[in-house]
Nanobody, 126 residues
């Protein structure tokens, strides 16, 4: 079982930066690929970024490529999302997720993730 808790969301001006954190409980964090998703009001959940269990591979959604960076610290059971050059359209609840199977590759579909955090609100003002 993996429990995830996100933090770091807040109100920020357009063009600003923010770093989200997701801390996991459980002994299998370092064996699981992790992802960030987001959901804006009235929209479907959108893939943002994923990182392999070792941290050696990453993958990004087109809307955030070049602006966001995902990373992880397995010693701290934490995954991060560094968000730069934020835009009003980045406003959403951001969710951290862990994949179902250990030692799996990068995943970018929500149904491939079994464990989810409660989400953290990011609001970007124009």
């Amino acid at each position: 079982q993996v429990q995830l808790v996100e933090s770091g969301g807040r109100l920020v001006q357009a063009g600003g930066s923010l770093r989200l954190s997701c801390t996991a409980s459980g002994r299998t964090f370092s064996s699981r690929s992790m992802g960030w998703f987001r959901q804006a009001p009235g929209k479907e959940r959108e893939f943002v970024a994923a990182i392999s269990w070792s941290g050696g591979s990453t993958y990004y959604g087109d809307s955030v490529k070049g602006r966001f960076t995902i990373s992880r610290d397995n010693a701290k059971n934490t995954v991060y999302l560094q968000m730069n050059t934020l835009k009003p359209e980045d406003t959403a609840v951001y969710y951290c997720a862990a994949v179902s199977n250990i030692f799996s590759g990068l995943m970018f579909r929500a149904h491939e993730y079994a464990y989810w955090g409660q989400g953290t609100q990011v609001t970007v003002s124009s």
